[in-house]
Nanobody, 124 residues
Framework: QVQLVESGGGLVQAGGSLRLSCADSGRTFGSYAMGWFRQAPGKRREFVSAISWSGVSTFYADSVKGRFTISRDNAKKTVYLQMNSLKPEDTAVYYC?????????????????WGQGTQVTVSS
């Protein structure tokens, strides 16, 4: 069983930084690849970043490449999203998700488990 809880969202000015965390209370965290997605008001949920079970492979949407960094600590059963140089267009609810394979995926439909989301608001 995987239970994901996000934290770290908030209000930040453009150019600022936030670090999102996603903790899994389940017992098989290390067997799952993890992803971050976001959904802005009136828009579809979109891929942000993903990381393989080992943390060796990472993937980013073009819109966040060079600004966001995904990482994981399997001992702490936590995945992180470090977000730097934030822009107003990064404003969204951010969701972490787990897929029961070891390879990371950018495809929303591949993910089996989802957190409840955390709001990120970037003011201009």
């Amino acid at each position: 069983q995987v239970q994901l809880v996000e934290s770290g969202g908030g209000l930040v000015q453009a150019g600022g930084s936030l670090r999102l965390s996603c903790a899994d209370s389940g017992r098989t965290f290390g067997s799952y690849a993890m992803g971050w997605f976001r959904q802005a008001p009136g828009k579809r949920r979109e891929f942000v970043s993903a990381i393989s079970w080992s943390g060796v492979s990472t993937f980013y949407a073009d819109s966040v490449k060079g600004r966001f960094t995904i990482s994981r600590d399997n001992a702490k059963k936590t995945v992180y999203l470090q977000m730097n140089s934030l822009k107003p267009e990064d404003t969204a609810v951010y969701y972490c998700a787990a897929v029961s394979t070891r390879d990371a995926s950018p495809n929303l439909g591949d993910y089996d488990y989802w957190g409840q989301g955390t709001q990120v608001t970037v003011s201009s």
